[in-house]
């Protein structure tokens, strides 16, 4: 089946990261760069939470009516890929603080955003 | 231009390649692997927490967490750092004040906020929330509250604190469950309760609580220390 809920997931997580890709390439303002990577983090949590997904099964929390602890190893899907994204949330937080930080700094210095205006790394 | 025309193009070849080996190589999987099988099937027994997703992160791999709150201290005090600047000496009273919407906002959303995200990360092991959830939420408040007045300087020292000893806690708490209990970050020294009570799943609720404290503080002190270094515009 084509358009199933797995599907969908997976060609959205690629089509992020390769927008998120491209978008870092190709610009030269740092915070356009910057707004490129978090689209690239976004795919790739999307990516990690699509490969525990399992069709017709429901979330790994006991409630105790439809999920109980005999059946929830025939009805729940896979906790460690969403326990992995939940932290990988956060970090990608702090990520994109530190990157607007160094932007920031990078401007308080030089007083410009482009990207090819900092060529001390290159030779 | 042809430069980006070119990359385009590579970034077009990465991506059929990506979208062929992960389509080839992913497979509905019919039954869980042999980790998520573990988990689920002796996670009530084990440790008692409601959500297994709470019990992996904080007790199976709770040193995975313990890492990633370090990462994001780190990440915290780097800014804190690149930030710091000499005390304005602007005057006091020149200050426009936030926008009637924020200001009027900020007076109802806030308490309710932080009321939510500490019920988030209280009921952690219940339901699906937790420390890093509940201290999001409470980063928003935070957020909130600077947009509304945004030339008045919230003191960071109370969060550096509430960071400061929750970190220390929670570590504390780990070693706790490696004298009284299996190991290192080992919940199981509290009496695991009734399940889906609030006081169940040993020391989870207590570790959450710690995370989102934390989480809460660091989000809070980021967006306050860049919120500080803002010129005022009027």
């Given at each position: 089946?084509?358009?199933?809920?797995?599907?969908?997931?997976?060609?959205?997580?690629?089509?992020?990261?390769?927008?998120?890709?491209?978008?870092?390439?190709?610009?030269?303002?740092i915070i356009?760069m910057i707004v490129a990577f978090s689209?690239?983090?976004?795919?790739?949590?999307?990516?990690?939470?699509?490969?525990?997904?399992?069709?017709?099964?429901?979330?790994?929390?006991?409630?105790?009516?439809?999920?109980?602890?005999?059946?929830?190893?025939?009805?729940?899907?896979?906790?460690?890929?969403?326990?992995?994204?939940?932290?990988?949330?956060?970090?990608g937080?702090g990520v994109t603080a530190l990157m607007l930080v160094f932007a920031l700094k990078m401007?308080?210095?030089?007083?410009?955003?482009?990207?090819?205006?900092?060529?001390?790394?290159?030779? | 231009?042809?430069?980006?025309?070119?990359?385009?193009?590579?970034?077009?070849?990465?991506?059929?390649?990506?979208?062929?080996?992960?389509?080839?190589?992913?497979?509905?999987?019919?039954?869980?692997?042999?980790?998520?099988?573990?988990?689920?099937?002796?996670?009530?027994?084990?440790?008692?927490?409601?959500?297994?997703?709470?019990?992996?992160?904080?007790?199976?791999?709770?040193?995975?967490?313990?890492?990633?709150?370090?990462?994001?201290?780190?990440a915290?005090?780097?800014i804190?750092?690149?930030?710091?600047?000499?005390?304005?000496?602007?005057?006091?009273?020149?200050?426009?004040?936030?926008?009637?919407?924020?200001?009027?906002?900020?007076?109802?959303?806030?308490?309710?906020?932080?009321?939510?995200?500490?019920?988030?990360?209280?009921?952690?092991?219940?339901?699906?929330?937790?420390?890093?959830?509940?201290?999001?939420?409470?980063?928003?408040?935070?957020?909130?509250?600077?947009?509304?007045?945004?030339?008045?300087?919230?003191?960071?020292?109370?969060?550096?604190?509430?960071?400061?000893?929750?970190?220390?806690?929670?570590?504390?708490?780990?070693?706790?469950?490696?004298?009284?209990?299996?190991?290192?970050?080992?919940?199981?020294?509290?009496?695991?309760?009734?399940?889906?009570?609030?006081?169940?799943?040993?020391?989870?609720?207590?570790?959450?609580?710690?995370?989102?404290?934390?989480?809460?503080?660091?989000?809070?002190?980021?967006?306050?220390?860049?919120?500080?270094?803002?010129?005022?515009?009027?």
């Amino acid at each position: 089946m084509l358009l199933s809920i797995e599907n969908i997931a997976l060609a959205s997580g690629i089509l992020l990261i390769l927008i998120g890709l491209l978008g870092a390439l190709t610009n030269k303002n740092i915070i356009r760069m910057i707004v490129a990577f978090s689209i690239f983090d976004t795919g790739v949590n999307i990516l990690i939470v699509t490969f525990g997904y399992m069709p017709g099964r429901t979330a790994p929390i006991i409630d105790g009516a439809k999920v109980t602890a005999q059946n929830i190893a025939q009805v729940a899907i896979d906790p460690v890929p969403q326990a992995l994204v939940l932290t990988a949330i956060v970090i990608g937080f702090g990520v994109t603080a530190l990157m607007l930080v160094f932007a920031l700094k990078m401007h308080e210095k030089r007083k410009s955003l482009d990207i090819n205006d900092y060529t001390d790394l290159k030779w | 231009m042809l430069k980006n025309s070119f990359i385009a193009l590579l970034v077009l070849a990465f991506g059929v390649l990506l979208f062929h080996g992960v389509v080839k190589l992913y497979k509905v999987p019919e039954k869980l692997n042999r980790t998520a099988e573990f988990y689920n099937s002796n996670e009530a027994s084990q440790i008692g927490a409601a959500n297994v997703v709470t019990a992996v992160v904080v007790t199976y791999r709770g040193l995975y967490t313990l890492g990633e709150v370090t990462v994001l201290f780190l990440a915290a005090s780097v800014i804190g750092f690149f930030l710091k600047r000499k005390k304005k000496t602007a005057p006091v009273d020149a200050k426009p004040a936030g926008s009637e919407l924020m200001t009027t906002a900020s007076k109802v959303l806030v308490p309710g906020s932080i009321i939510l995200g500490v019920y988030v990360f209280v009921n952690g092991h219940l339901t699906p929330g937790g420390g890093f959830q509940g201290g999001a939420i409470i980063g928003t408040a935070i957020l909130l509250l600077a947009l509304a007045n945004p030339t008045y300087s919230i003191s960071k020292k109370v969060f550096h604190w509430i960071e400061s000893i929750s970190g220390f806690v929670f570590v504390a708490i780990g070693l706790a469950g490696l004298l009284l209990a299996g190991g290192f970050l080992d919940t199981r020294f509290l009496p695991n309760g009734e399940m889906l009570s609030l006081f169940s799943a040993g020391a989870i609720p207590l570790i959450y609580s710690m995370i989102g404290l934390k989480v809460g503080s660091e989000i809070s002190g980021i967006i306050l220390e860049l919120n500080d270094t803002q010129p005022n515009q009027d």
